[in-house]
């Protein structure tokens, strides 16, 4: 199914695409916050996305990450931080986890407070 002329379902856009809103909502599942209206946000977020990489066409690659910070800026405002970091959960200062690169390829789950890399996005339950 396309949905644009010439736009094939494995095109690299596609692909890019559907790889990103799976390991989002891998990350969502293993953190145990995907419900429905956590996944339309993961919708949302991919539409946009798709938008966009069509018209930078060399920011396919970028996608996982900034999908990524869409999800994580789209459940700041609507329920709180996400992924909480659990490298320092002990010490009772919940803070979110942070992507970096933030425009870049092979995206990971960071810890701000000590640069701590938890875990490469889509990977959250394997930490």
């Excluded at 996982?64 to 909480?84: C, M």
Aim: charged share 20%.
């Amino acid at each position: 199914m396309s949905s644009e002329p010439g736009q094939t379902s494995d095109s690299p856009l596609e692909a890019a695409l559907h790889t990103a809103r799976a390991r989002i909502l891998a990350d969502l599942t293993a953190r145990d916050v995907c419900d429905a209206a956590v996944v339309s946000l993961v919708e949302d977020a991919v539409a946009h996305r798709r938008w966009w990489a069509e018209q930078w066409p060399e920011g396919v690659d970028y996608l996982l990450g900034l999908v990524a910070q869409d999800v994580q800026d789209a459940l700041l405002e609507a329920y709180g931080r996400w992924p909480l970091c659990t490298v320092h959960a002990a010490e009772g200062d919940p803070h979110a986890l942070a992507v970096e690169p933030e425009l870049g390829p092979d995206p990971h789950w960071v810890c701000g407070k000590e640069g701590t890399v938890v875990a490469p996005v889509g990977r959250l339950g394997a930490a």
